[in-house]
């Protein structure tokens, strides 16, 4: 089946700081790709998405960008505040036909000091 | 605003009891899950249902059961608590018929099983 390797965290950052979170996927086809976000205390919910190969997904000042040829779904930002201290996934279908099925990685920890 | 809500935020158990988690989504949702996450490991899948009185095992059912006899009401029982269970315990939801996957959380139940 499909799944996702994403690195694994803490990452710590200074306000103002750029933001990198790789996301690695193995699958069949070119299924959606996902960021959820979840901030402290809460669900998830969805922070982006990408739908094809080459489409770039964005909210919130955060972009992926999907990429076939690398098979990657890295997340940025260009520069991060304290609010976006959360931990965050990386998501797909576990297989092709899988409905609203979704496959997580192991989640990043983000943490953003003053 | 959509809403997924699960019955306790925290909850103490014994090992041996019968432990109920609820989940109501306000929606009108098809799909609903039961994931739970554990640091490291991301989030799991433990079961999911597509439609009243349906249900799918996910990749981790053993020890677990559930219960949808109503459309906006997705339950997790735990027959006879152990303390892997310890957990948080995530719900969510999504419409039928679409590719986008898009899931809908409640705040997690985080449980303790001594």
């Known amino acids: 089946g499909n799944s996702v390797t994403q690195m694994e965290g803490p990452v710590t950052l200074s306000e103002e700081a750029f933001l990198t979170i790789n996301c690695t996927y193995t699958a069949t086809g070119y299924p959606s790709l996902f960021w959820y976000v979840q901030y402290p205390g809460e669900g998830l919910q969805l922070l982006l998405k990408a739908t094809k190969a080459d489409d770039k997904g964005s909210n919130k000042g955060f972009e992926a960008t999907y990429r076939k040829e690398t098979t990657s779904f890295h997340l940025e930002k260009g520069s991060v505040q304290v609010s976006d201290s959360a931990v965050y996934f990386c998501?797909?279908?576990?297989?092709?036909?899988?409905?609203?099925?979704?496959?997580f990685g192991g989640g990043t920890r983000l943490m953003v000091k003053p | 605003d959509v809403k997924v809500t699960q019955s306790s935020r925290y909850l103490v158990k014994r090992t041996g009891e019968k432990v109920f988690l609820e989940c109501v989504q306000d929606?009108?949702?098809?799909?609903m899950f039961w994931y739970r996450q554990d640091p490291g490991l991301g989030l799991r899948l433990i079961y999911f249902?597509?439609?009243?009185?349906?249900?799918e095992k996910g990749d981790i059912p053993e020890g677990y059961s559930v219960s949808r006899e109503k459309k906006e009401r997705f339950s997790l029982i735990l027959e006879s608590a152990s303390t892997n269970q310890t957990s948080m315990y995530l719900c969510a939801s999504s419409p039928a018929g679409t590719r986008n996957n898009e899931q809908f959380f409640g705040p997690g139940t985080r449980l303790t099983v001594l």
């Open positions: 929606m009108d949702h098809e799909n």
């Open positions: 998501a797909l279908p576990p297989r092709n036909n899988a409905g609203n099925m979704l496959t």
């Open positions: 249902s597509y439609d009243v009185k349906m249900k």
